[in-house]
């Protein structure tokens, strides 16, 4: 069974555009995670969730916006979409707290064309 | 700016030898964490040391941390093929607000079999 799921892997899409990704958790987690990894893959933080509550906001667009419907999904809506937004996105999942492990989806690829 | 910076950037080893990794960071941590990618995956958890920590083992992971010099290292030894992959460090700062990780920009790790 995989443990943190995203959709969709692969986003193509034109700027202007506005998308969203999924993803759900099956580990009983209680915080989930939103990363972006650039080209030269460099990982950061965007957002986090507590049970379901927001408790990380990194300095983002507000063109992002995550929601989090219960404490096993965590989803990211992108509106007007730019070139710069192209990069490998994961959502992540831990038990609360800063000694946890996080575990990781395998991503989902946005392209700006 | 970045927390974690990896040294060297790229290592490339052959099947056997032992390869070590190395990470600097700049605010005191609560803990450090290393993960590891696989080409189109995303970051799988491999061990975490707690500032109160010099040294942990994991199979054949060995991690050190040294807090008077901001540094930690991983080392693999008995390297394998399917070792190939880059290798993050993250830290947990200190005053960090929920499971913050600020993540460094990784060493790709090449083993030849």
């Known amino acids: 069974d995989t443990a943190v799921s995203q959709t969709p892997k692969y986003l193509v899409t034109q700027m202007g555009n506005d998308k969203s990704i999924k993803c759900e958790q099956n580990l009983g987690h209680d915080t989930m995670y939103w990363y972006k990894q650039d080209s030269k893959k460099f990982l950061k933080i965007m957002f986090s969730?507590?049970?379901?509550?927001?408790?990380i906001n990194e300095t983002v667009p507000n063109r992002f916006s995550p929601k989090s419907p219960d404490k096993a999904h965590l989803n990211l809506h992108i509106n007007s979409l730019e070139l710069g937004d192209s990069a490998v996105y994961f959502c992540?999942?831990?038990?609360?707290?800063?000694?946890?492990?996080?575990?990781f989806g395998d991503g989902t690829r946005l392209s700006i064309l | 700016s970045q927390q974690g910076e990896e040294d060297p950037q790229a290592l490339s080893i052959q099947e056997g030898e032992n390869a070590t990794m190395n990470c600097s960071y700049k605010?005191?941590?609560?803990?450090l964490q290393w993960y590891r990618q696989n080409s189109g995956r995303g970051l799988v958890h491999l061990i975490l040391i707690r500032s109160n920590e010099r040294e942990k083992h994991s199979g054949r992971l060995r991690v050190t941390l040294d807090t008077s010099k901001k540094s930690s290292s991983l080392l693999i030894t008995a390297s394998r093929a399917a070792d190939t992959a880059s290798y993050f460090c993250?830290?947990?700062?200190?005053?960090?607000?929920?499971?913050?990780?600020?993540f460094g920009q990784g060493t790709e790790l090449s083993v030849k079999p």
């Open positions: 993250a830290t947990a700062t200190r005053y960090n607000q929920g499971g913050k990780l600020i």
């Open positions: 992540a999942s831990s038990h609360g707290g800063r000694d946890q492990p996080q575990h």
């Open positions: 969730y507590n049970n379901k509550e927001l408790i």
């Open positions: 605010t005191s941590i609560n803990n």
